[in-house]
Structures are given as C-alpha cells and as structure tokens.
C-alpha cells in the first residue's frame, strides 16, 4: 500500500523527468506524458554515452551531448573525477524505475563498447554503427510484423513470441522473397557481428519499443 510520502516520491521523479525530457526535446512542460518511445531512445542514448566516457576516460561533454544534458539537469556530481560512472549509474535507476529494464540491459552494452571502443577515435564510427543498426531493425521488424504490430497491448504475450520469431528470422533467414528485406536482413546482421548483441538482448530492446509504441496516441494529421 502506497504511503502519502511513496506519492509525493512519485510525482517528484515524474516532474524531474518531465523537466530532464523537455529540456533534451524542447518538450512543453504541459505535457504530462513520461517515458515513450523517444523518452526511452533518449535514456538509451544517454546510457550508451555515460559508458562511453566511463571506459575511455572521456572528459569533454561537448562530445557526449545528451550526456552533458542529463548531467546538468540532474546535476549529477562527477564521481572520483571520471565523468560516466554517476551519470550511468543514475541513468540505469531511471530506466529500472521507467521500463523495469533488466541488469543484463545494461551489462550487454557495457561490453559491446569495450569490446569495439578502445580509443576516443572509435567513439563516432560505434554510434554511427549502432544508430544504422537500430534503425534498420526497427524499419524491418515493422515491414515484416505489419498487421501483427495493430494487437492490443493486453496480448503482450503474443506479440512478445511474434517479435521473438521475427527478430530469429532477421538474424537467421536466408530465403526471404523480397531481395530489399534481404538485404536489410544481412545489413543488420553486420552491424551486429561488430556490436556483438546477443539476441535475446535484440529481442528485448525492440519489445521493448513496440510496446512503448502501442501507448502513445496516433499523431494527429496535418490540417489540410
């Protein structure tokens, strides 16, 4: 049972995010919505570079800019003078607390980095790599899904074994009828040879932003 003070909790967390949101998007204040889609990019982003700086020993915020907003809005102090460890151990409570996002999450980007950034010069072209990757898995698994992505959201389960098969069948599939979906297929299995995901770890990141998609209201068309 939730005591008065678990509530005021809440809401405190719910205006600083709202605060953290507006000020990385340019969001309006009035909008009461917390944690969507382009939320949970963004606390993947800012996660992705907290460990960058952690691992490298990155110092210039300038490199790192929704890391230098996170950290300003939330006025994280810099722990032992290493910038990335603070910031990415608040941006993972958050993402717990938001998107009860498990530790494996976070351990499986964590070595990704370590294992492809070895020097500040490799920081871009890892982005880049996980921007096209990312971008193209989330454009095939919604071309392969089509119809299977309008279930409800009460049928989580169904969706979850649908999204299951369908990332095995981009990592796996050799004899898709359309030569674009191939092509995309084997593009994404490039960029992952590289990054090293596992695919559960797939699995769970597009789920994940499939079932964030479901909550957010249609966008409303442009007046003609």
């Known amino acids: 049972m939730q005591t008065d003070w678990d509530v005021l909790s809440l809401l405190t967390k719910k205006n600083i995010y709202m605060g953290l949101f507006s000020k990385l998007f340019g969001k309006s204040n009035n909008d009461n919505k917390v944690g969507g889609v382009e939320d949970y990019m963004t606390l993947v982003r800012v996660y992705f570079q907290a460990s960058l700086a952690n691992t490298l020993g990155i110092n210039n915020l300038a490199m790192?800019?929704?890391?230098?907003?996170?950290?300003?809005?939330?006025?994280?102090?810099?722990?032992?003078n290493r910038l990335g460890a603070g910031e990415r151990n608040q941006c993972k409570k958050m993402m717990k607390e938001l998107y009860n996002t498990d530790d494996n999450f976070f351990k499986e980007v964590d070595q990704s980095i370590?294992?492809?950034?070895?020097?500040?010069?490799?920081?871009?072209?890892?982005?880049?790599?996980?921007?096209?990757?990312?971008?193209?898995?989330?454009m095939l698994l919604g071309n392969l899904m089509k119809f299977k992505l309008r279930m409800p959201s009460f049928f989580k389960s169904a969706i979850k074994s649908m999204t299951e098969k369908t990332v095995n069948d981009i990592l796996t599939k050799n004899d898709f009828d359309d030569p674009g979906v191939m092509k995309t297929a084997v593009a994404i299995r490039q960029y992952n040879k590289r990054l090293g995901f596992t695919q559960e770890w797939i699995t769970n990141f597009v789920f994940q932003i499939v079932m964030l998609a479901k909550k957010e209201p249609p966008k409303a068309e442009d007046d003609k």
Do not use: E
């Open 64 to 80: 790192l800019p929704d890391l230098r907003t996170f950290k300003s809005t939330l006025h994280i102090p810099t722990q032992n």
């Open 114 to 138: 370590r294992k492809n950034c070895r020097k500040i010069q490799d920081v871009q072209v890892y982005m880049i790599q996980f921007q096209g990757f990312s971008q193209d898995l989330m």
